[in-house]
């Protein structure tokens, strides 16, 4: 499977995170901004930026002279047979804490082995996930998570993957011409988040974000009852704003 060339995603702003988290770690008493600056080559306000996202996350802790040191999620990432544990806690309270920034149900989709998965869901009674009538696999045309997995991959692997899933009518919205939706998954532009609008269920709305680290395929996605249609343009661009912690917790 290849990926389709001009790819975005957040992934540079984690590439640059991943930097300076190694040269902090090679500190051990704590480093100063400055010196930060001078070791990672990154300008005063992306290392200010970065830094406040690590500490946000608890990567990274301030000490009373202003340097830097690790925090205690990168102390239980290192802490041997705990790391897978301690990495899907920080991927669930990741989840968690962007569910409540948007508003909405959100979701983690992946692209493995010539299939569309979606491994992780943060929903509550009040934000409740999208009612899976169709298995997710089955209906990647017809969803946002599916249509922003598709978009990643080149020509070849989207051929392939129609040629595997018929693309079926669930709603009067969905689109199930094959040359229509390689059509729209070619020619999308890869910084504009991909929605689904009643395409999978009468009723609801969706939206995905890439979430691209070297050959994995992945997006972040959201869900909202049409009633709140209104707010998907706006949780659509904080989705997307706020993708670089959850991906930064899939590659630690």
């Known amino acids: 499977m290849a990926l389709r060339s001009g790819v975005t995603a957040p992934f540079h702003s984690v590439r640059y995170a991943l930097r300076l988290l190694e040269t902090i770690a090679e500190s051990s008493e704590g480093a100063l901004e400055a010196e930060l600056t001078r070791r990672t ?24 002279d202003g340097s830097w040191t690790s925090g205690e999620a990168m102390a239980l990432l290192n802490s041997g047979g705990d790391r897978r544990r301690a990495r899907e806690e ?108 009643q395409e999978y269920a009468v009723g609801t709305v969706c939206a995905a974000v890439p979430l691209t680290a070297g050959a994995s395929v992945g997006c972040l996605a959201l869900s909202l009852p049409l009633r709140q249609g209104y707010r998907l343009r706006e949780a659509a661009e904080t989705l997307n704003r706020e993708a670089a912690p959850t991906l930064l917790s899939l590659v630690l």
């Open 90 to 197: 920080k991927l669930r309270q990741s989840l968690d804490r962007l569910r409540r920034e948007v508003g909405a149900a959100v979701y983690i989709g992946r692209y493995t082995d010539g299939e569309m998965t979606v491994p992780h869901v943060s929903s509550t009674p009040e934000m409740p996930a999208v009612n899976q009538w169709v298995e997710f696999r089955s209906a990647a045309h017809a969803t946002a998570i599916g249509k922003c997995l598709l978009g990643q991959l080149d020509h070849d692997g989207r051929r392939d993957h129609f040629s595997r899933h018929r693309a079926a009518r669930l709603t009067s919205r969905t689109i199930t011409d094959r040359r229509a939706l390689l059509t729209t998954l070619e020619h999308h532009p890869a910084s504009m988040p991909m929605l689904d609008l």
């Open 41 to 64: 080559g990154l300008s005063p306000g992306r290392l200010g930026e970065l830094l406040r996202l690590l500490q946000q996350e608890g990567y990274v802790h301030r000490l009373r």
